[in-house]
């Protein structure tokens, strides 16, 4: 029983790990803050890069007709990474660029935006350069009203505070494993209770 459930746990810890994250916009928002790599001005333009790139899926992963990689939230080139140990331009593991932590890859995106500017991302140009509606949208966010130097616009709801996407969040892998691990460590407490009780 118990290595049921340590089996049951490991399991779930590693797809954890395994499973990307697809971040709504208001999260990505806080989260890049929260990272303190990035200056606020420009916060709506890290956002929409990563929208208009990736989808704000920390797991995308592309590769282009000619056989280019690009990995992550931020699409990094390979150049910039080296598969299976740190290496590239940014010293890191590509496979870092894949997992829920955002903090590497945001630290080496800046890096990329300090030597080649936003323009290094084509798409950044011709989507998010000349077009405020994201930068608007984020400052309407819960988390982001009162923390950003700007007057606060008046018109906002409370909207979905900590929204990670999860609308379907009972029919993945996931949720399922974390019902069985608990449905699985209650049958077991009442198993040690009624032994207990005997
Ligand atoms: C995130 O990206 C990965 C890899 O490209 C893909 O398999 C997965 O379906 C994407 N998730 C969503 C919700 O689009
Ligand atoms: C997921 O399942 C739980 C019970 O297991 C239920 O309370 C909840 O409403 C469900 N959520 C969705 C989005 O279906």
């Not at 049951?8 to 806080?30: D, H, M, N, P, W």
């Not at 280019?68 to 080139?77: E, R, V």
């Not at 630290?107 to 500017?117: L, P, R, S």
Request: with cysteine; aromatic share 10%.
């Amino acid at each position: 029983m118990k290595i049921q459930i340590f089996l049951l746990i490991a399991c779930l810890f590693l797809c954890e790990l395994c499973e990307g994250k697809v971040f709504t916009r208001c999260q990505l928002s806080s989260e890049l803050q929260k990272t303190k790599l990035i200056q606020k001005s420009f916060l709506g333009s890290w956002v929409c890069l990563i929208e208009k790139v990736s989808n704000r899926n920390t797991s995308a992963y592309t590769v282009s007709p000619s056989g280019k990689k690009f990995y992550g939230l931020y699409q990094i080139p390979s150049k910039w990474c080296k598969l299976q140990k740190p290496g590239g331009d940014c010293n890191i593991k590509c496979e870092d660029l894949l997992d829920d932590d955002i903090r590497d890859d945001t630290a080496c995106a800046v890096k990329i935006y300090h030597q080649e500017g936003f323009k290094y991302w084509t798409v950044w140009t011709t989507r998010c350069k000349n077009d405020n509606f994201i930068t608007n949208e984020i400052y309407k966010c819960p988390d982001l009203r009162f923390s950003l130097d700007r007057s606060s616009p008046v018109n906002t709801q409370p909207q979905n505070r900590h929204g990670i996407h999860k609308s379907s969040e009972n029919s993945s892998l996931h949720s399922i494993l974390k019902r069985s691990i608990l449905q699985t460590l209650q049958s077991h407490r009442v198993e040690e209770q009624s032994r207990h009780i005997n």
